[in-house]
């Protein structure tokens, strides 16, 4: 993700995917919550242009783009501090976020756009993983 890939779209906020699986450029609508928390960081780090995440070791690599192991390598780290299993990747966070919008009443449509399905039936799995806890055996254990 370059810095130019965060940009206003009227009232709202954006990010441009100018790469996916389809091989199209897309955008997915962002929070103005996100966007001030990323300007934050921007402006922590001087950063003006370029690629956002950023190297941050002491080696040569220090402020060229993060690579994808490096991203999934924060992501773990990071739940490994908050006790969580350590398989959790990016693709996890995804997965939750789709969660949470259905919990939250998002329809399927709005994920299924949201996420960038090309099928309704991937996005309806959220909604069976969601069922599992709905009315679960747990739910009936008196202690």
Not at 76 to 84: C, E, I, K, P
Not at 102 to 120: D, F, N, W
Request: charged share 25%.
């Amino acid at each position: 993700m370059d810095v130019r890939h965060i940009r206003s779209a009227g009232p709202y906020w954006v990010l441009d995917l100018p790469r996916t699986k389809g091989g199209t450029g897309e955008y997915v609508k962002i929070p103005a919550h996100l966007v001030e928390s990323l300007n934050t960081m921007q402006e922590h780090y001087g950063i003006e242009k370029g690629p956002f995440w950023r190297s941050l070791s002491k080696n040569s690599s220090r402020g060229n783009r993060m690579s994808p192991a490096a991203i999934y390598e924060v992501v773990r780290r990071t739940a490994r501090r908050a006790g969580l299993d350590t398989t959790i990747g990016a693709h996890t966070l995804r997965h939750t976020g789709c969660t949470l919008a259905i919990e939250s009443g998002a329809s399927l449509q709005q994920v299924q756009t949201h996420a960038r399905h090309k099928r309704i039936e991937t996005t309806m799995t959220y909604i069976h993983q969601r069922d599992k806890l709905k009315d679960s055996a747990a739910d009936y254990i008196k202690l």
